[in-house]
Structure formats: structure tokens, C-alpha cells
Nanobody, 122 residues
Framework: QVQVVESGGGLVQSGGSLRLSCAASGRTYAMGWFRQAPGKEREYVAATRMNFGTLDYADSVKGRFTISRESAKNTVYLQMNGLKPEDTAVYYC??????????????????WGQGTQVTVSS
């Protein structure tokens, strides 16, 4: 089981941008981002297979967030533009060692990071 570590969170004003990074300790089949706002359940944000195509997004972030990958480095990024106060949450990176289901399902992933806080002020 690989280890994953996120970085890049912080405080930004509404309309601003942040870039999150997530590095896995070994090769993975897919990596994704989830987030959890205070008092809410964790929700899917975006995901990608590491070796070919398939970038996927939740409807709430389409057109604003972009997931990208550096497969050789076992690393994914989440570029977040046009941030809104409702994007405030702890953002978690997750890794799947093999195909287990849909990107948006938590059970697809078998390694999780500790999370990084993103706060968007109005």
C-alpha cells in the first residue's frame, strides 16, 4: 500500500487560485481528490488514471478546477481557479492501486492522505 502526501493548501480570497500537489510513494492505477467541509460528508472532486487519459470532475468544480499528473513522479496536481467560499474544506488525496470501481466512490481508493486545509474568504 502506497503512502500519499498532500501539500499546497492555504488561505485565499474569493476568486483566487491555489494549486494542490499529491505525491504517492509508489506507482498507482489512479489518484483522486476529495474534500470535506465542516459539518458535511466528504465529497468527490476530481480523479485521473495515472497512465492514460481519463480526467474526471465533479459537476461543482468543472470549468474551475483542473487535475493533472506526472506519472513518472507518481504525482497529481489540482489547480483550483475561481475559488468560492463554498470551496472551503479539507482536501484529501487518494490513491487506487488497481481498478475497483468508479472514480467518485471512496471504496475505489486504498490509500489516503492526511488532508490539507483550503480556506476561501469572501
Amino acid at each position: 500500500q502506497v503512502q500519499v502526501v498532500e501539500s499546497g493548501g492555504g488561505l485565499v480570497q474569493s476568486g483566487g487560485s491555489l494549486r494542490l500537489s499529491c505525491a504517492a510513494s509508489g506507482r498507482t492505477y489512479a489518484m483522486g481528490w476529495f474534500r470535506q467541509a465542516p459539518g458535511k460528508e466528504r465529497e468527490y472532486v476530481a480523479a485521473t488514471r495515472m497512465n492514460f487519459g481519463t480526467l474526471d470532475y465533479a459537476d461543482s468544480v468543472k470549468g474551475r478546477f483542473t487535475i493533472s499528473r506526472e506519472s513518472a513522479k507518481n504525482t497529481v496536481y489540482l489547480q483550483m481557479n475561481g475559488l468560492k467560499p463554498e470551496d472551503t474544506a479539507v482536501y484529501y488525496c487518494a490513491a487506487a492501486s488497481a481498478y475497483r470501481g468508479s472514480f467518485y466512490q471512496e471504496r475505489t481508493y486504498d490509500s489516503w492522505g492526511q488532508g490539507t486545509q483550503v480556506t476561501v474568504s469572501s
